[in-house]
């Protein structure tokens, strides 16, 4: 199952899969789908057994324009 880490901004969601990368997180940069309910137009999008690591590693950074989590269910992305 893919999730996706939503950012309000293009810069930070770039910064976060550069970040996530160097930490052995499978990441890459997708569209963020109209149902994310915001976002730049790009997310970081990973598997769900990374997602306590994403978790962990996110919010050490703080990253302001942070939206939120949202999995994949069916083609239709829900928060999480």
């Known amino acids: 199952m893919t999730v996706l880490a939503v950012f309000r901004s293009r810069a930070q969601a770039l910064d976060a899969i550069s970040l996530l990368r160097s930490t052995g997180v499978v990441t890459q940069a997708v569209a963020t789908p109209a149902q994310a309910g915001c976002g730049c ?3 970081a999008a990973f598997d769900v057994r990374f997602l306590p690591r994403v ?12 939206h939120g989590y949202f999995k994949n269910c069916s083609g239709v ?3 999480c």
Do not use: E, M, N, T
Request: proline share 0%; glycine share 6%.
């Open 41 to 43: 137009g790009v997310s």
């Open 55 to 66: 978790k962990q590693i996110l919010s050490a950074r703080r990253y302001s324009s942070f």
């Open 77 to 79: 992305y829900l928060s």
